[in-house]
């Protein structure tokens, strides 16, 4: 029978998108999230994730969100020290992956001192699927020995995938119970498939950070409302 994975992405970004995530997993379909380890609730994340060890915690790697926490990464900062926006860093000539992939690994470290272990890696902005990247990310998994998530541009070698595929549609107007539907659907062919969500309850962190909120509130109604179709089961 295939396996749906609902993982739910910005763990850490505020007590609101944790508590969310939380009770869309204990009373809905959440199984699995993605921490930001740079954010005003990371450590509010790493107590629910010890207090609900049935929730599997991965890395959600930045480089568009907050301030880095390594020494050295120039090539990733504006001139306040905070991570440049999503469309420079996507600039080659601006990034340097060498900057990157001693960034990332000080994120993989610090979540590993929170004495958690990973269920896998993904990315803010899915910049871990960028050509460019590709170098950083198989290092990463040379090191690591960790799953990604599959929407790479173009697969990095030696590097295992979380689930068979991938889908991103539960996102703005795709958000409610039809669309669900269609996905699982489209995917029946597939193993595992992995639906990536936001759900969250507004707070004035995330407010302030993020301009998806209104549709976060919806997607932790429909994740607690949810009912899989027939042949499908959880992961």
């Known amino acids: 029978m295939p396996t749906v994975v609902f ?38 994340a790493v107590a629910l994730a010890h207090q609900h060890p049935s929730l599997r915690v991965g890395v959600h790697l930045a480089l568009t969100i907050g301030t ?18 999503l469309l420079e860093q996507r600039n080659e000539r601006l990034i340097n992956p060498a900057d990157v992939l001693r960034e990332w690994t000080k994120q993989i470290e610090t979540f590993l001192d929170f004495g958690l272990t ?20 198989e290092e990463l998994a040379a090191v690591y020995q960790l799953p990604w998530r599959q929407n790479f541009e173009e697969m990095p070698r030696q590097t295992q ?53 209104r549709e976060r509130l919806k997607e932790t109604d429909v994740l607690m409302t949810y009912t899989l179709p027939d042949g499908w089961t959880l992961k």
């Open 118 to 137: 990973p269920s896998h890696l993904d990315s803010h902005h899915h910049i871990h699927n960028w050509a460019h990247l590709r170098p950083v990310i």
């Open 68 to 85: 880095p926490l390594a020494d050295n990464v120039p090539s990733l900062t504006n001139q306040f020290g905070q991570f440049r926006p």
């Open 7 to 44: 993982n739910a992405d910005d763990f850490g970004l505020s007590r609101g998108v944790n508590y969310g995530i939380l009770d869309c997993h204990l009373h809905g379909v959440v199984s699995s999230t993605t921490m930001l380890v740079n954010m005003p609730g990371t450590r509010h």
């Open 161 to 213: 995938l979380y689930t068979e595929a991938f889908d991103e549609r539960f996102y703005k107007q795709g958000v409610n119970h039809k669309e669900l539907d269609t996905i699982l659907d489209d995917h029946k062919g597939v193993q595992s498939v992995e639906i990536m969500c936001h759900p969250a309850y507004a707070d004035t962190t995330l407010t302030s950070t993020s301009s998806y909120v």
